[in-house]
């Protein structure tokens, strides 16, 4: 299974860039790396997947490392809005349709 | 405007009595799922549906049913609740897409959340 690891929280001052990591070392060749946000206990909201190369939004950038075994999601300039918890996620099943969320990073956005 | 709603958005039952809960996508999606949230354990998926008439498991399927009889609507279906399934509910929708390696659901919408309370 091509779970995830992510720190369980971490801080950034507002206007900063934030970085989150995270680990999927048993991702395979065509399982995508998905992120996700969730704010307060509302509906989780997408923000940017990729697969190999890294890929930018309006949201965010996700870089990959080469060997896919890790990416970190970049959110430029971090406003008190994106304070959430940001849940990085592959597909893992034969099929790429389930999909398994973990807890994710709660990251707080500091005045 | 596009969105997945559920319902209802609360609810308090008892230990036994059947319930489903609605979720409806206006999008056309193909892909629909079903999650679960509880404390500590993050987001696990209960089924999921490729398209009309196809369901499959997910992680924790144990104690409910789905239903795709028509591709804008997939209701979970608590035929005896048990209180271990308090939780918060969320469904899901996604476009299916030509990713690597096959057709694959994509970005997936969420609805608002159903707190299911079992006594």
């Known amino acids: 299974d091509a779970k995830t690891t992510q720190p369980p929280s971490m801080d950034c001052a507002e206007g900063r860039a934030a970085n989150l990591p995270c680990n999927h070392s048993?991702?395979?060749?065509?399982?995508?790396v998905y992120w996700y946000r969730q704010i307060h206990s509302q509906g989780p909201q997408y923000i940017i997947h990729?697969?190999?190369n890294n890929e930018t939004n309006e949201m965010a950038s996700l870089i990959i490392t080469e060997d896919r075994k890790s990416s970190t999601l970049i959110l430029p300039h971090a406003t008190l809005r994106d304070t959430a918890v940001y849940y990085c996620?592959?597909?893992?099943?034969?099929?790429?349709?389930?999909?398994?969320f973990g807890t994710g990073t709660s990251l707080t956005v500091i005045p | 405007e596009a969105q997945v709603t559920q319902n209802p958005r609360y609810l308090i039952t008892v230990t036994g009595k059947k319930l489903t809960v609605t979720c409806s996508q206006n999008?056309?999606?193909?892909?629909m799922s079903w999650y679960r949230q509880d404390p500590g354990l993050g987001l696990r998926q209960i089924y999921y549906?490729?398209?009309?008439?196809?369901?499959d498991k997910g992680d924790v399927p144990e104690g409910y049913k789905v239903s795709r009889k028509e591709k804008r609507n997939f209701p979970l279906i608590l035929e005896s609740p048990s209180p271990n399934q308090t939780s918060l509910y969320f469904c899901?929708?996604?476009?299916?897409?030509?990713?690597?390696?096959?057709?694959?659901?994509?970005?997936?919408?969420f609805g608002p959340g159903t707190r299911l309370t079992v006594t």
């Open positions: 999008m056309n999606h193909e892909y």
């Open positions: 990729g697969l190999k």
């Open positions: 048993t991702i395979s060749g065509n399982e995508y």
């Open positions: 899901a929708s996604s476009p299916i897409r030509g990713l690597a390696g096959g057709p694959s659901p994509n970005e997936q919408y």
């Open positions: 549906s490729m398209n009309v008439e196809v369901t």
């Open positions: 996620i592959v597909s893992y099943s034969n099929t790429g349709n389930q999909f398994y």
